[in-house]
C-alpha cells in the first residue's frame, strides 16, 4: 500500500495550491480519506476528511471555507485545493487512509491505516 502526497512548495499568502494523493489501493473506493499537516515543532493535526463515497466532507475550523478536499475514485486520488493561503497554514500536508468499511468519517489520527510521506507547504508573508 502506497499513498504518495504531491502538490506542495512556497506561495505567498493570499494564494492557492493543490494538493494530490495518488493511492494504491485495491479497494480505494471503499476508504474514508484525510488530511493531515504537521508545523515544525507542533503535533500533527487534523485538516480534513472525505468519505469512501466522496459525498461527505470535514474541515477543522480554521480551513473552513478556504480549502476543498475531492477525490476521483476512479483515478484513487485524493485532492485538497487551498485558498487564501495564509502563513499559519504551513505545514508539512499528510494524506491519509481509514479503512473505514462503512464506519463514519473521522478526525482522529490514530483511525487511520496508512500514510502518506508528506508534502511540505510554505506560505510567506
Known amino acids: 500500500v502506497q499513498l504518495q502526497a504531491s502538490g506542495g512548495g512556497l506561495v505567498q499568502a493570499g494564494g492557492s495550491l493543490r494538493l494530490s494523493c495518488a493511492a494504491t489501493?485495491?479497494?480505494?473506493?471503499?476508504?474514508?480519506m484525510g488530511w493531515f499537516r504537521q508545523a515544525p515543532g507542533k503535533e500533527r493535526e487534523f485538516v480534513a476528511v472525505?468519505?469512501?463515497?466522496?459525498?461527505?466532507?470535514y474541515y477543522t475550523d480554521s480551513v473552513k471555507d478556504r480549502f476543498t478536499i475531492s477525490r476521483d475514485n476512479v483515478k484513487n486520488t485524493v485532492s485538497l485545493q487551498m485558498n487564501s493561503l495564509k502563513p499559519e497554514d504551513t505545514a508539512v500536508y499528510y494524506c491519509?487512509?481509514?479503512?473505514?468499511?462503512?464506519?463514519?468519517?473521522?478526525?482522529?489520527?490514530?483511525?487511520?491505516?496508512?500514510w502518506g510521506q508528506g508534502t511540505l507547504v510554505t506560505v510567506s508573508s
Open positions: 491519509a487512509a481509514d479503512k473505514a468499511k462503512l464506519r463514519p468519517i473521522t478526525t482522529t489520527l490514530t483511525r487511520y491505516d496508512y
Open positions: 489501493l485495491r479497494t480505494f473506493n471503499s476508504y474514508n
Open positions: 472525505i468519505s469512501s463515497s466522496g459525498g461527505v466532507t
